[in-house]
């Protein structure tokens, strides 16, 4: 079975700065999405970035950016220039990408990250 | 269509009583979840439909708790004999099956409490 593992139950930052959000996982599976989504104080969960395994190169969108070490199962969040709108619950998941799976989400525990103005 | 919705937003109820939610995916979409995400978790999964068929289930999901999605359409979960350990928040997603990746779209879910 696969898990998904955030040690990091609360993170702080200043606007403006930088900071990272870690995440590891475990699985047997070659073949999988890693994500990352944000969850707001009563709002839904929104997609932040997703990166693909079989992909090398790591994923970017705007100022948010990942560190994927497929051989470690480390899968990071980097959010640069932070903003106060940034404030919320951010998850790590896995999904599988086989052919035939349901596409659930694994979650982890969330990492709640507040910014300092 | 303005995403996933979930009604009600809010739900207290006395524990043994019965509560329905409902869910109404983003229109075109066939497949949709149901998480369960208590405080300080992230959600978890419960179960799964491709249209109309229920083709997952958790075994979080006892046997107190059924889902439907008639016609594929919305879809509602049903707790019968409510104890105070289901207060949760009950999340709905949907998504598209085809070929390539799909993101899933989440609701605002509901929050029930069982007093």
């Known amino acids: 079975a696969q898990t998904v593992t955030q040690s990091q139950p609360e993170m702080s930052v200043q606007e403006a700065e930088t900071v990272t959000l870690s995440c590891t996982y475990d699985?047997?599976?070659?073949?999988?999405?890693l994500f990352w989504y944000k969850q707001p104080p009563s709002r839904q969960m929104i997609l932040v970035i997703r990166q693909e395994a079989y992909k090398q190169q790591n994923a970017t969108e705007n100022r948010f950016s990942v560190n994927f070490q497929k051989a470690a199962k480390s899968f990071s969040l980097k959010i640069s220039d932070s903003q106060l709108g940034d404030a919320a619950m951010y998850f790590c998941a896995y999904r599988s990408a086989y052919g035939g799976a349901t596409n659930k989400l694994i979650f982890g525990t969330g990492t709640l990250l507040a910014v300092q103005p | 269509d303005t995403g996933v919705s979930q009604n009600p937003r809010h739900k207290i109820t006395k524990r043994g009583q019965n509560v329905t939610f409902r869910c109404d995916p983003i229109?075109?979409?066939?497949?949709l979840y149901w998480y369960r995400q208590t405080l300080g978790q992230g959600p978890e999964f419960l179960t799964y439909f491709q249209n109309e068929a229920q083709l997952e289930k958790s075994r979080l999901l006892s046997d107190r708790f059924s889902a439907e999605r008639p016609k594929g359409s919305f879809s509602t979960l049903e707790i019968q004999r409510t104890e105070q350990g289901d207060s949760a928040m009950y999340l709905c997603a949907s998504s598209l099956l085809q070929g390539g990746f799909t993101e899933a779209f989440f609701g605002q879910g509901t929050r029930l409490t069982v007093v």
């Open positions: 229109s075109e979409h066939n497949r």
């Open positions: 699985t047997s599976e070659s073949d999988y999405y």
